[in-house]
């Protein structure tokens, strides 16, 4: 791992999409989406996979949040209801991780 982020705690089985067991939802501005219909129909495809069971609103915003579609389409999909301890934190920085994840499944 870089030295740009610090040491994630260890994570349960299916908290993030690469465990294969991933959470069909994912935070954006405080809100918890359901995604679970529509990771299938995402116009940028499975990068949404990635996304999965943590907030993601600093993605959301360098991604979409400059495009109104985009927010429109956000603010369509249905919310659940998450405990508060199941949200994994946003990414840092520079989303190294997500970034080494996306390469990952590339190399596929």
Known sequence: MSGDMPAA????????????DAKPWTKIHGRIVDISRFQHTHPGGN??????G???TTAFEQFHGHHPGAVKM???LPT????????L???????SLLHSRLLQQIKL
């Open 9 to 20: 705690a260890p994570r349960e089985k299916g908290a993030n999409a690469l465990d294969g």
């Open 47 to 52: 990068i949404i996979q990635m996304f999965k």
């Open 54 to 56: 943590i907030d993601s």
């Open 74 to 76: 956000l603010n369509a």
């Open 80 to 87: 659940k209801e998450v405990a508060a301890a199941e949200v």
């Open 89 to 95: 934190p946003q990414v840092g920085a520079g989303h």
